[in-house]
């Protein structure tokens, strides 16, 4: 088998070693176009996790790693003068050069060919002439511009310029440093990765790097000045460069990695933000999978499709993690106001991937004194700390999701309401949310969706109402007002969902006379005295709530439905006073908030969900929704439910644990306005991470809580927790603890003879 590696990076050299060593008869060939010695950056951090598959893989690479490593535990966040301190971490990180050359060594001894200061040939030649083409050559990988159309990548630049930096002595802690200069915030970060040397990288927002004046300057000037603005952490020392440069980091996806014989490896197929040191290991951790799968695959087709099957999902977690992380150095000055422990806290957590209960785990004196900063009891998780709207303490920050059930008869909840909203006030939630409740008959979704436009249908509500207040008091339970607009008149979910009714339909009004899907019902563009009629409709369906004894009130801006549909541009096309610029678009869902306040009692809280992004080109983006959640502030609106997408069939969302946090983060700090955070949050431990961190005030679950309507209380009880924030139902107090389980652990023997 022959084998061409473009690139000599550290993907490309062990996947060069592993292939040659596990069947010494291949021909593998290395190009590279730099020296030996020439490199970009300065160390490289590897989890153990990755330092375990290299010792599985190869001992002779693992040792001569092991005795090069420097290794520390700490992390150290100086933020306005004050430094915190995180330890139990774990890092490995040693000098790029010598990565190169202990990769260097390896493949000579096994017989790889190096050439190094040499391009390439075309990768149509190599493809010809060999096996297996393995594309490492980087970020601006020309195997992947050459065939672009198949491997369809897709490359997003970022808000951040960052240069790679060295100083001559070795940071006790990985540190991170905030700099609040006169041009804007810059920050640090830093790690050893020799007894006498650290990495160090500078990064800032384009706009203060222009503002600084950086543009401006030559490597060795921006060096000096970067060396001044951190002299603090640097001790006065200067900074060196080697062959890097300011440049802004991006993002590479793929659809594809291979294409026939050529398959692409490290950052030529993917890369992940320096800030969760993962380029390197992502890189190693594909030449480990690649080879394993040549292995074990009986051909190459196979084995390509195998290659591409393990690693995707892996990489995709980690840019993901990635991503999040880099977003919120980009957004930093947002955060720049939390107490200290908090702002340390929530850098730690920024990627989702170290978490409140991991944290505590490896650092319990840290994590308790920011929950001590925040205002917990002691032993008390944040997820049950009490939150005040308005005139309604809560008890907990967990809230019942609403979620639709597509089980009311004409509108009127029954019995399946009254089991479904009690068992989950009965599981321990603060807040239970019912579904979006319709303000007319023909603002139902389906015809099993409930309603508050009738005196019948409010009766029934009062039956659920008070099952909650007399059996589960200290739960609070709200409802959710809205109108479905263009996407009405459809079947039961289970039946098919948006898909329209066989019979029985029913006319359908939105924004613009724009159907939801291609097929879909087209509904009619709503005159100015249908908006003053619907007006009404919400006003007396708040009335109506009131009456029927719900402690919260929320007005359903979001997922595509009326109110939705003059928020988005895409949804709404009107030329006249409702349509347009983006305030426009607004005057509509704010009229309809004024009136549901103006009949809700003053002492309720109101609070609004909303799409902070259609996942679309041309729609409601992040920054749109910062100005439609700071319009509902000013109206009255107690706190924004951050939803995301639902508004056009064609959004392409980017799913992920806890994927919509980050909107509803953004709004709590630019509009300072409490938020209730949701989407696959599916964790207790993801509640106390989101909630500590200062991201959001409430964390709202849906799935989590059909799996189990106990959620909350089971999560106390696997916390430990026993106290106000999760009061079991006194029926239910036998069952607060685990139940017994069959016995798992045998007697260890005591003693071992030999034969």
């Known amino acids: 088998m022959r084998v061409a590696i473009i690139g000599g990076g550290p993907g490309g050299l062990y996947a060069a070693a592993l292939l040659k060593r596990l069947d010494p008869t291949r021909d593998v060939t290395v190009w590279e176009r730099n020296a030996p010695d020439e490199t970009f950056g300065f160390g490289v ?62 493949c000579r001894s ?8 040499t391009e390439a040939p075309p990768v149509d030649r190599l493809a010809a002439d060999h096996d297996l083409v393995i594309a490492a050559d980087g970020v601006h990988s020309t195997t992947r511009d050459t065939y672009c159309p198949v491997f369809r990548p897709q490359v997003s630049a970022h808000r951040c310029r960052y240069i790679w930096l060295a100083a001559d002595f070795a940071f006790d802690a990985f540190r991170f440093e905030i700099a609040e200069t006169e041009h804007g915030v810059m920050q640090l970060h830093g ?84 800030s969760i040191g993962s380029g390197t290991k992502l890189a190693v951790e594909d030449a480990l999978a690649l080879a394993a799968c040549l292995a074990e695959q009986d051909t190459l087709e196979q084995a390509l499709a195998a290659y591409e099957e393990e690693r995707k999902p892996v990489v995709a977690s ?33 990627s989702r991937r170290v978490t409140h209960g991991n944290l505590r785990l490896r650092d319990s004196r840290f994590t308790e004194s920011v929950e001590r900063e925040f205002g917990c009891p002691p032993g008390t998780p944040p997820m049950f700390t009490p939150f005040r709207l308005r005139g309604l303490t809560l008890r907990n920050r967990v809230v019942v999701s609403p979620m639709d059930m597509y089980s009311a008869t004409d509108g009127v909840p029954g019995d399946f309401h009254l089991v479904h909203l009690g068992a989950r006030a009965l599981g321990g939630a603060g807040l239970v949310m019912t579904e979006m409740v319709c303000v007319s008959a023909e603002g139902r979704i389906t015809p099993g969706c409930a309603g508050l436009y009738t005196g019948r249908q409010a009766e029934a509500w009062r039956r659920v109402t008070d099952f909650v207040h007399r059996q589960s008091p200290g739960t609070a339970i709200g409802v959710q007002l809205g109108h479905s607009g263009r996407k009405g008149s459809t079947k039961l979910m289970w039946e098919g969902m948006d898909e329209p009714l066989p019979t029985g339909n029913w006319p359908l009004v939105a924004a613009s006379p724009l159907p939801y899907k291609p097929g879909g019902q087209t509904p009619r563009e709503l005159s100015r005295a249908q908006l003053t009629d619907l007006r009404e409709q919400f006003a007396a369906a708040a009335w109506r ?63 609004v969900r909303i799409s902070a992004t259609d996942w679309a080109e041309g729609g409601t983006s992040a920054e749109d929704a910062v100005e439609i959640a700071r319009a509902f502030a000013a109206h009255g609106a107690d706190a924004i439910d951050v939803s995301t997408g639902q508004v056009v069939a064609e959004e392409r969302p980017e799913f992920g644990r806890s994927y919509q946090t980050p909107f509803a983060d953004r709004i709590r700090h630019e509009v300072r306005i409490p938020v209730i955070a949701v989407g696959a949050i599916s964790s207790w431990d993801d509640v106390n991470s989101l909630i500590l961190a200062g991201r959001t005030d409430l964390c709202a679950l849906a799935r989590p809580h059909l799996y189990d309507p106990h959620w909350t209380l089971h999560a106390a009880a696997e916390q430990g927790y026993d106290g106000p924030g999760a009061v079991w139902p006194a ?14 652990d045998a007697p260890k023997p005591r003693l071992s003879l030999g034969g």
């Open 45 to 106: 951090v590897l989890s153990d996790e990755t330092l375990g598959g290299i010792e599985h893989a190869d001992p002779v690479v693992y040792e001569a790693l092991r005795q090069d490593f420097v290794r520390w535990d700490d992390i150290d966040i100086v933020h306005r003068g004050t430094r915190h301190r995180s330890g139990g971490h774990g890092f490995a990180a040693l000098g790029r050069h010598r990565l190169l050359a202990i990769l260097h060594e390896r």
């Open 110 to 117: 096994l017989g790889v060919e190096l050439r190094f200061s």
């Open 191 to 274: 790690y050893p990765y020799a007894a006498d040397s650290s990495t160090v990288i500078v990064e800032m927002r384009e706009e203060v790097w222009r503002a600084a004046g950086f543009d401006e300057l030559d490597e060795q000037e921006s060096v000096a000045r970067c060396a001044k603005i951190f002299a603090e952490a640097l001790r006065g020392r200067p900074l060196r460069s080697g062959t890097s440069a300011w440049t802004t980091f991006r993002t590479v996806v793929n659809d594809r990695w291979s294409h026939g014989n050529v398959v692409l490896l490290g950052d030529a197929a993917h890369t992940a933000h320096f």
């Open 318 to 350: 980690t840019q993901r993690a990635a991503r999040a992380s880099l977003e919120w150095f980009e957004n930093l000055p947002l955060y720049l106001g939390q107490p200290p422990r908090q702002f340390a806290f929530n850098l730690l957590t920024r």
């Open 545 to 607: 709530a009131a009456r029927a004894g719900f402690d919260l009130l929320e007005l359903h801006c979001a997922h595509g439905y009326l109110l939705s549909g003059f928020l988005s541009p895409l949804t709404n096309r009107r030329t006249d006073a409702y349509g347009g610029s983006p305030e426009k678009r607004l005057r509509f869902p704010l009229e309809v908030f004024d009136a549901v306040r103006g009949v809700w009692p003053a002492e309720r809280p109101m609070t």
């Open 731 to 744: 029926p239910y107090r036998a069952g607060s603890r685990r139940p017994q389980t069959g016995r798992t």
